[in-house]
């Protein structure tokens, strides 16, 4: 018998479900590509996540230092202001602009706004 460890047990039995849900909706190859790219990336997800947890709009620069929060696991004063702006900078650069474009979030530049997209 070769041992498995707990995590690898989860990844497979994420994975069976996801199949199975596939299996289930009528899903085009596209649209999971482009939702398996999205979630591809940890701060994307992590910033999903932030979005989620909040349920309403957020400042990116508070965003930014709630996703340096939960990739560190410190407390914000902890956090170096240097990485927090990094975390803000790549967030506006690059991941807000794909899941804007993918309708999962909302943007104001004007008002540094972030938000989920309304459904």
Not at 13 to 35: I, R
Not at 49 to 69: I, K, S
Not at 95 to 111: C, F, I, K, T
């Amino acid at each position: 018998m070769t041992y498995t460890p707990h995590s690898d047990l989860d990844v497979v039995e994420f994975v069976q479900q996801m199949l199975d849900w596939l299996d289930e909706d009528d899903v085009s190859a596209e649209a999971m590509t482009d939702a398996f790219s999205l979630l591809a990336d940890r701060r994307r997800r992590l910033l999903l996540e932030v979005m989620r947890t909040y349920e309403e709009e957020l400042t990116l620069p508070d965003a930014a230092e709630e996703v340096a929060v939960r990739e560190t696991g410190d407390i914000v004063t902890d956090i170096p202001a240097e990485q927090v702006t990094e975390v803000y900078l790549s967030l506006y650069h690059d991941h807000l602009p794909r899941l804007v474009d993918a309708g999962l979030l909302e943007y104001d530049q004007e008002r540094d706004l972030v938000a989920p997209a309304a459904v």
